[in-house]
């Protein structure tokens, strides 16, 4: 501590060091949440369903997708990352996951959505499975914290249904 | 700066770090803004830094009182030189 230099040194390396507690702290009071996202998927439509000439079913639908995931934020959280997902099983899968939608929420003042869309990215089957098919919309998110580790979880919702035919 | 001063020093920015720190964790936590916990602490780490790093006049008020040169005179040295003779001699021969 003798000189103007060793004095800054220490000051810097201190600073440092409480700051990365201070981060720890903060991420492990993200422990104390405990949240109780909602979320609803309404299948508005079959647009079109059809077989591809490469024997690919594909699927169009249109959705409505509401959610409330206001309580997934603290105030070590950067965003969410959320994703709609087909699950369903085939003989040759015990599961297939299709994302049909996505999205970023920034804040949580965004986090309570609806949103009416057809699917975002394209659902399409590994083979010619669909016809009468049960499947499950999974909302899954990943919570991004501004300090400390990721984490996710998802609600599924079961009990959909597509068409037996194609149209 | 004095020995004195040092360790003024070293103790102020330690204590006046963690202070902030607390402070600004509690404010952070309690607001719900991880941007107010980082610029209270950010605004406590350059205050801590303007007082503890310079060397104000507050680190010198103890400085160390040297003796007068006419000491050296009136308490001589320790002769070594006598000693350090009498053992090398030996092994010379």
């Known amino acids: 501590m003798h000189s103007f230099g060793y004095r800054a040194n220490a000051l810097l390396t201190f600073a440092v060091t409480i700051l990365a507690f201070m981060c720890t702290l903060a991420s492990f009071s993200d422990n104390f949440n405990s949240p109780t996202p909602t979320a609803q998927v309404k299948v508005l439509n079959i647009n079109w369903f059809q077989k591809q000439p490469n024997g690919n079913d594909e699927v169009s639908m249109t959705l409505n997708i509401s959610a409330d995931l206001q309580t997934l934020f603290t105030w070590n959280t950067k965003q969410v990352f959320v994703f709609v997902a087909a699950e369903y099983e085939t003989p040759k899968n015990s599961l297939n996951q299709i994302s049909l939608w996505d999205g970023i929420i920034p804040s949580k003042e965004h986090a309570k959505f609806w949103i009416h869309t057809s699917n975002k990215y394209r659902f399409i089957d590994q083979g010619s499975n669909l016809r009468g098919k049960e499947f499950n919309l999974t909302m899954h998110w990943h919570v991004m914290p501004k300090t400390g580790k990721m984490f996710a979880d998802k609600i599924v919702m079961p009990g959909y249904r597509l068409p037996e035919e194609y149209r | ?93």
């Open chain 2, 1 to 93: 700066m004095d020995w004195q001063g040092q360790k003024v020093a070293e103790q102020l920015m330690q204590i006046m770090l963690l202070g902030f720190a607390a402070i600004a964790f509690a404010t952070g936590y309690i607001m719900g803004s991880f941007q107010m916990m980082i610029y209270i602490y950010a605004g406590g780490v350059v205050l801590t830094t303007l007082v503890t790093v310079p060397n104000w006049p507050f680190f010198n008020r103890h400085p160390l009182k040297w003796l007068d040169p006419s000491e050296v005179e009136k308490h001589p040295k320790p002769q070594q030189s006598v000693n350090a003779n009498s053992k090398k001699k030996p092994t010379k021969k």
